[in-house]
């Protein structure tokens, strides 16, 4: 819960043209399922309940994903009607919506819904019939947790400097090595792990699988702790034995249906980065229009009326650029680009609003987990992860730079 029935409108927006009525519908009905099921973890500050490891974070997230496959949403991060999906095809407004709405009410529950599109969003494109058949359905209804494996110690920005290797043996890939940084790393159920099977050089050489969890030779060496706690964890991978037929597409296509998955959930980043900064503009105005001081309120100056119009408008161009490549990829359009902006500028607009509304809680609003210190250690990891911002500018200029006929050097 934001802690406030204050009358902000985050539901303008939904009159853009970018919108069909299902997605207005949807995201209503989200939002009053949010208002009645997601408490935020500790509402009264410092009162000594910052959630962290202590308090299980490992519990809390399955519970969510078990609530929000339960109700129905989880049908939104898969596809296939045949699988349990809300529809045929990835919708990217419909997840971009919900994550929007998530973040807004509580950062945990985004991320449970995230990281079942993102840890699934491989067989959904490119998995099998089989494949689809025996996770999307589990995915769907909340009862097997997906994670995504992509990075490594030494290959993070760098993917294709991955070194995990799959090697085949007969009907196995046998795999040796390690990744880190996997969110609902401990909890899964299963991982869609990239790795190297040198059919050429680097990103050419890379392929996907499904590990489960319970696969000989699998384990979670690792536990790590982040300043906004949620699962996460390093895995090994020691002769790690699993069937050949659970290779996501082709030899050698890893890389590609790893980069077709983040355009997906790219530009989803961006709009949890949205909801922060939605309940953040929320949480100021409420803090400004009733902290008095000097006579008169906090709102009747014009410095804080400069903040919250700065605010508002970083607001509504991260909005925009979120849905235009939410749109433009249902399409079917190319959205390497878009997403990229949309990455950018929605996270980091979004710590600066974030920042902001901290500044306007004054002493307060460093409090351990009242809602706009709660908020600031949550946006900081979204303009690292799926692409550092500055490999979305790197992505941007390489994009224009194509389309002006120049190839620019690596
Ligand atoms: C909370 C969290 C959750 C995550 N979840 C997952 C997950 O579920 N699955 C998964 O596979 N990975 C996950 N990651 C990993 C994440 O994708 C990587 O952290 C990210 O790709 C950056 O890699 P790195 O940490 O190795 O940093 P590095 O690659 O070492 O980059 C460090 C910094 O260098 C800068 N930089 C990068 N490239 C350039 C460049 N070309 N020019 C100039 N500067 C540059 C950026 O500022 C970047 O932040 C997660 C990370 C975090 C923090």
Partial sequence: ????????????????????????????????????????????????????????????????????????????????????????????????????????????????????GLGSGAISLAGSQVQKNAYLPRVAA??????????????????????????????????????????????ADFYVVFARTNEGPGARGISAFIVDATAPGFSVSDRIHVIAPHPLGTLRF??????????????????????????????????????????????????ATTRKMFQQTLADFQLTQAKLAQMATTIDSAALLTYRAAWQRDQGRSVTKAAAMAKLASTEGAQQVIDAAVQIWGGMGVVSDVPVERLYREIRALRIYEGATEVQQLIIARELLKEAGHVAMK
């Fill in 1 to 116: 819960m934001t802690e406030t029935s204050h009358p902000v409108h985050h539901q303008d927006h939904l009159q853009w043209p970018f919108f069909e009525p299902q997605h207005i519908e949807l995201a209503n009905t989200l939002d009053a399922w949010a208002s009645r099921q997601l408490a935020h973890p500790a509402q009264s500050p410092g009162d000594g309940s910052t959630r962290s490891h202590a308090h299980n974070v490992d519990d809390e997230c399955r519970a969510l994903v078990k609530a929000l496959g339960r109700d129905g949403w989880l049908q939104h991060a898969v596809a296939g009607r045949a699988f349990g999906g809300a529809s045929d095809a990835i919708d990217t407004r419909s997840i971009c919506l919900i994550r929007e709405t998530l973040a807004r009410h509580n950062g945990l529950a985004d991320f449970a819904f995230a990281m079942q």
């Fill in 142 to 187: 909340g009862e097997a947790i997906a994670a995504f494996a992509l990075s490594e110690p030494d290959a993070g920005s760098d993917v294709a400097a991955m070194q995990c290797s799959a090697r085949v043996e007969g009907d196995y890939a046998i795999l040796n090595g390690s990744k880190t940084w996997i969110s609902n790393g401990g909890i």
């Fill in 238 to 287: 020691d002769n790690c034995r699993i069937a050949l037929t659970q290779r996501i597409g082709g030899a050698g296509e890893g890389f590609k249906i790893a980069m077709r998955t983040l355009d997906v959930f790219r530009t989803s980043v961006a709009a949890a980065a949205l909801g922060f900064a939605r309940c953040a503009l929320e949480q100021a105005i409420l803090r």
